[in-house]
């Protein structure tokens, strides 16, 4: 029989002393599961990874450790936000597991999702997302503002899975290339899914938090999006581009306009004829040698960023 994964539980917490002694057993719990249900192997572990908490997180952490060694701990000097410590976490497990699932410290996503993720990883997938069957435990405001983002994103030339936060299964081989990722404005849901390599989905209700309150007020969350799209397309300044040109259309039948006006009106005021076209034709030209500026910006900001152009996925050589 061959041996069965280890599944490394990386847990983002920034201020979660309230959530985390809630939701540690009951991660310990679905550790318990998946080796009862020889699904993993009995030296899986939960990492928790405190993001510069300004409360007794990192004792909380201590603690649990002791208690159980199962759980393991980092600490980073600062507070860097989500991502960052999700991705310091990420890599902390890397080559010391098979497979690491990331999930937030609040237990929102259903912990029980876990199982079906590592199936799916047995069974040969090699990136699994948690996708949020329904928002009901959202608030009506997060729910609209959220779907409103996500279809903003698409339209801005930004491919991410609908629904999909970051509770995801990612195999070791997805985070090998996931290392390979340079670049300092991290958007990992936009990230993953250029990855590519197998992957499926696995769905789940999302219920209210634990304990405490969200780190993600509507403010952090405009920023997030807007982050995600200015790290990963240059469309919007195709648009100023694109902009420019219909402007230029609509100088052209201006000047028709003025022209006409011009030489068969009679009572048209000194100076409007140029300044009607000077407005238009000009703003529009401008507009345009903008959008061929921002065509070179974007290619020297997908350069910059030295990400990798391609990942094999299979050899066969010999
Ligand atoms: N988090 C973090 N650093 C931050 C903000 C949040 O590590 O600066 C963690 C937080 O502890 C939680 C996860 O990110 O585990 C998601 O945050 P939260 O539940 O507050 O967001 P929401 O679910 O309300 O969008
Ligand atoms: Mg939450």
Known sequence: MTKLPTIAIVVPCYNEEQALPLSVPKMLDILDKLSAGQLASTDSYILLCNDGSKDRTWQVIEQLHLADKRVKGISLAHNRGHQHVLLAGLMTVRNRCDAAVSIDADLQDDPQAIIEMVRK??????????????????????????????SFQKKMGLETVYDHADYRLMS???????????????????????????????????????????????????????????????????????????????????????????????HISAGWASVMLSIWVLGSLILIAIGIVGEYIGKIFTEVKHRPRYAVADELWD
Do not use: C
């Open 121 to 150: 990883f047995n069974q040969g997938k090699e990136i699994v997302y948690g996708v949020r069957s329904s928002r009901a435990t959202d608030t009506w405001f997060k729910r609209t503002t959220a779907h409103a983002f996500y």
């Open 172 to 266: 070791n081989r997805a985070l090998d290339l996931l290392a390979q990722y340079g670049e300092s404005n991290l958007f990992l849901r936009g990230i993953v899914p250029q990855i590519g390599l197998d992957n499926d989905v696995v769905t789940y209700a999302r219920d209210e938090r634990v304990a405490g309150e969200s780190k993600y007020p509507f403010a952090k969350m405009l920023s997030f999006s807007i982050d995600g799209i200015t790290s990963f397309s240059a469309r919007p300044m195709r648009w100023i581009f694109l902009t420019g040109l219909i402007l230029l259309v609509i100088a052209l039948i201006v000047a028709v306009y003025v022209f006409t006006s011009y030489f068969y009106s009679d």
